[in-house]
């Protein structure tokens, strides 16, 4: 579970700050609220920046350590920024088998990224994730929460290029 | 509600609404609808778009005025391949592969019309007479039998009312008022229901085995559905999720739990939506919270999403993720049926388990020990995908052979290819050969075959299919995957990985399948948790099956299935090209060279062995060597 980490400056605004700050308030007294606050901060920031967990580990009253910890071991939660265009491609064993590998190797080909990485100009980030629940349509591959199914090499280009 | 006589009254109320479907209780529907169009809303069709066609329904039918007809977003049919579903009854229509364009004729012809749309239903359902028939009674369910996927497919997951209409809640309810604890318990036991989150331990004896004590109790579902190619979980949740709630209840009351968590992998928003919108309308009606029924009997349930990592699956991992922590497994004992989330004794299940909970009470232990096999009662719900014509989910009696699954009910191996090998039991189980395909599927038959039930994933693979590579490939999900607090699996899972790739690039020998073996059993032998101690399993049960594909990999340096791209070559076939140049306009390597009209060449040091050429030429000239 090795995570890649971007020096991309943070850029959190106050209102971010308020919003993160109320859900800590909310789940502060809740058994286990280390997990929750986490998604929901995800959500507010779109990532889980060091500056982001402190303020987490502060207000809940938990060492960061514990809370990078948590940050680190769990795919979901993300160091870095994602693109204005998320791509995720399914490398779960369905879509596996009927040759996602091939789309996630062009995939990188055609933006110049590895999986985990996003592109220079913050647009396009790629991921790899393990099942999407819609193996029935293997390869499947996601862009921004948009399910792309039977996928094949050569709609690559034209998903890219549909992407404004 | 306050009183089981208020749940019987709803479900009488409500009873005449499923009247016009398969799974109708009689009655008839007081509402003046005298049709209903059931689109399905789970994972697979909502990707290939049926929200959208939904929408397009409801808009077409208000702008054509019709005011008797009512959509229903269902869960899953389970026929995934044939998405987007739209049944429409009464007459059962089932029309596969609906596009929004063809909502408009659907409902000009048929809902306004009355003629239902033979070209867009599924060719199946046509008999030779020119009649119909429903969608499952089509070839695919002929041998299915579905317990667990009941209600999918079938009502609509976010109306409770539809759930108690079709039975929902009235073995809470005959659990609260007819039966004790131990009662409950005894029954679970004597169905012999096994847990079928994967590990197949009976369901009525964990609950039997918690201390009847006044300490606070939890009982957990487990819905993390790790195994990467399986959805049989999420189908559940997104198409019924209310029998998870009344099976946790009846749990919950015969271990003496009160409250419920269910754990659910952040990757299922859908499930997520419906678990959340189900536990609300439970509250709401009083099926969860103070004083259930009137009964005196206090029960809640908490949703807790996962993250993304395999090993909270297993039960000590999922309780630590709970709890907020990193979610490490820890060792055992004690059990968590002693000291488990929070350090109370807890109970954990899997979706599916419970899915069977609420028909057990119901029709009792003897029916269900009829279905299946002596050792393994029940069905099991498969999710049949890869290099099979039907894919989607199936539930099946237990003791069905894979040959019946993959030939019959899923339709067998399209492209004309052979089948070589089906996997069970994701990255902790093993594959199926060709010479084992009558078995039949129960949970000591595959143990003895090296593999495992699993969660149900069921993964057919043809010919085109490299064993090493799948071995390889299940590795690097373990590797990734391993938690990395005990150092069998940490290390290695790591070192089995390198030398399965030194295979696949042709840099193995035959001593090093010897070591690869030996780590194997290592690491089964001497990892803490469940994941590092199944690891090695596709590994095992490849090399035990399939051995002289390794030793083609290292000795002959040649992989016969033409996947390993170190040991595989694109060739032209001269007496089949016909020099229409389209391989060479499209490689991006330069490597194709050839004047038109004439037979092409490939410059094997030039070739990046992208395939692009192969998957295009359409004299299929150019082959894998
Ligand atoms: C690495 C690992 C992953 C697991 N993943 C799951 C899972 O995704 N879903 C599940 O129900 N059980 C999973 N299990 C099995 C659970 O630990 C546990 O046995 C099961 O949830 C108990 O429920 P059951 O008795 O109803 O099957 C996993 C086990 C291990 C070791
Ligand atoms: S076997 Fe693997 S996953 Fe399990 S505790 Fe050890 S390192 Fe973690
Ligand atoms: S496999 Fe790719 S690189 Fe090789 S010849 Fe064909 S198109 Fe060119
Ligand atoms: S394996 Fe890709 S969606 Fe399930």
């Known amino acids: 579970m090795a995570k890649r980490k971007t020096a991309v400056p943070f850029q959190g605004t106050a209102e971010q700050e308020k919003k993160l700050r109320e859900i800590i308030e909310k789940y502060k007294s809740v058994p286990g609220a280390v997990m929750p606050v986490l998604q929901q901060a995800q959500e507010v920031y779109g990532y889980l920046p060091i500056e982001v967990q402190k303020i987490i580990a502060e207000g809940l009253d938990v060492p960061l350590s514990e809370i990078y910890g948590v940050t680190t071991f769990y795919s979901q939660f993300s160091l870095n920024p994602k693109g204005k265009y998320e791509i995720r491609i399914c490398l779960g064993t369905a879509c596996y088998v009927k040759g996602s590998g091939n789309i996630m190797q062009k995939m990188e080909e055609e933006l110049g990224i590895q999986d985990g990485g996003i592109t220079a100009d913050g647009k396009f980030s790629l991921d790899s994730v393990r099942c999407i629940g819609a193996c029935g349509l293997a390869p499947a591959m996601v862009v921004n929460g948009e399910v792309y199914g039977r996928m094949t090499t050569d709609k690559i280009r034209d998903i890219i290029a549909s992407c404004e | 509600m306050n009183s089981v006589a208020e749940l019987n009254a709803l479900r009488e109320k409500y009873k005449g609404s499923l009247s016009l479907r398969p799974i109708s209780k009689g009655g008839t529907r007081d509402d003046n609808i005298k049709r209903e169009i059931l689109i399905c809303g789970g994972t697979g069709c909502t990707s290939s778009h049926s929200t959208d066609i939904i929408d397009a329904f409801n808009e077409e039918i208000k702008k054509a005025g019709v005011t008797d007809t009512k959509v229903v977003r269902t869960g899953c049919f389970g026929l995934c391949e044939l998405g987007p579903i739209v049944i429409v009854y009464p007459e059962g229509a089932f029309y596969s592969k609906v596009k929004v364009e063809h909502v408009k004729r659907i409902v000009d012809e048929h809902i306004v019309g009355g003629n239902v749309v033979k070209e867009l239903l599924y060719p199946e359902t046509i008999q030779d007479d020119g009649s119909i028939i429903g969608i499952f009674d089509t070839h695919f369910y002929e041998n299915q039998c579905r317990i667990a996927l009941k209600n999918c497919g079938n009502i609509d997951p976010e109306n409770i009312n539809e759930y108690i209409a079709n039975d929902g809640y009235a073995a809470l309810a005959k659990v609260l008022t007819e039966m004790t604890p131990d009662e409950v318990i005894e029954e679970v036991k004597a169905s012999g229901l096994r847990g079928r989150g994967g590990a197949g331990f009976p369901t009525g004896v964990k609950w039997g085995s918690i201390k009847r004590d006044d300490q606070e109790k939890f009982i957990l579902c487990n819905a993390d559905e790790g195994d990467p190619g399986a959805f049989m979980d999420c189908s559940v949740l997104e198409g019924d999720p209310h029998v998870i709630l009344e099976a946790m209840a009846i749990g919950g009351y015969a271990i003496g739990a009160h409250q419920g968590y269910i754990y659910v992998r952040a990757e299922y928003p859908i499930a997520v939506h419906r678990l959340t919108i189900a536990i609300n309308q439970a509250r709401e009606y009083g099926l969860l919270g103070k004083n259930i029924l009137g009964t005196g009997f206090d029960f809640d349930i908490g949703l807790r999403l996962g993250a993304g990592a395999f090993v909270c699956g297993e039960g000590t991992a999922l309780e630590a993720s709970i709890e907020g922590k990193r979610g490490e497994p820890r060792p055992k004992p004690p059990r968590m049926t002693e000291k488990g989330l929070f350090g109370k004794p807890s109970v954990l299940n899997n979706v599916e388990t419970y899915a069977n909970i609420p028909q057990i009470i119901m029709k009792g232990a003897k029916w269900f020990t009829s279905i299946g096999t002596e050792k393994s009662p029940g069905t099991k719900v498969f999710c049949l995908v890869g290099n099979i014509k039907h894919t989607g989910l199936v539930e099946i009696p237990m003791g069905t052979t894979l040959r019946e699954i993959v030939e019959d009910i899923g339709g067998g191996i399209p492209n004309g290819k052979k089948f070589k090998a089906a996997q069970t039991g994701g990255p902790s189980g093993g594959c199926i050969p060709e010479s084992l395909i009558d078995t039949p599927m129960d949970f000591d038959n595959l143990s003895k075959i090296g593999t495992m039930m699993g969660s149900g994933g069921l993964i057919v693979m043809d010919e085109d299919t490299c064993m090493?590579?799948?071995?390889?490939?299940?590795?690097?999900?373990?590797?990734?995957?391993?938690?990395?607090?005990?150092?069998?699996?940490?290390?290695?899972?790591?070192?089995?990985?390198?030398?399965?790739?030194?295979?696949?690039?042709?840099?193995?020998?035959?001593?090093?399948?010897?070591?690869?073996?030996?780590?194997?059993?290592?690491?089964?032998?001497?990892?803490?948790c469940g994941l590092g101690q199944a690891a090695p399993n596709p590994v095992l049960s490849t090399i035990t099956h399939f051995r002289d594909e390794y030793v083609s990999h290292v000795v002959d340096k040649k992989c016969p299935a033409g996947v390993c791209k170190a040991l595989m070559s694109y060739n032209i076939d001269p007496t089949k090209c016909r020099g229409c140049t389209l391989c060479a306009r499209n490689c991006p390597a330069g490597a194709v060279t050839g004047k038109i009209k004439e037979p092409h060449v490939i410059d094997p040091n030039k070739c990046i062995k992208c395939g692009v050429c192969y998957d295009n030429c359409r004299f299929g000239a150019i082959y894998k060597a």
């Open chain 2, 468 to 528: 090493v590579d799948i071995a390889k490939f299940y590795l690097g999900f373990t590797v990734d995957e391993s938690c990395g607090k005990c150092t069998p699996c940490r290390i290695g899972t790591k070192r089995l990985l390198e030398m399965l790739t030194k295979v696949t690039r042709g840099e193995g020998t035959l001593e090093m399948l010897d070591e690869i073996t030996e780590l194997c059993h290592f690491i089964k032998d001497n990892s803490l």
